[in-house]
């Protein structure tokens, strides 16, 4: 599981909840996207069908931020 919070470059909320394992969510809104993750390390992201690699963007606390389609 992890919480999500995900906003589009409007700051229109796309995504404030907890998701659970397995739950998979397609997003529509306009780029760049700022995303807060609970557990990166849980999480896959794709941008345009392409995978987004959060790894690089997870904190000590697991968390990660990141901005998506810049």
Known sequence: D???????????????????????????????????????NGVEIRFNDDAVDVSRRIRDDNTARLKIGN
């Open 2 to 40: 992890t919480w999500a919070d995900v906003k589009d470059t409007n700051n229109y909320q796309l995504v404030y909840d907890l998701l659970r394992a397995g739950e998979s969510v397609e997003l529509l809104g306009e780029a760049p996207f700022s995303v807060f993750l609970g557990n990166g």
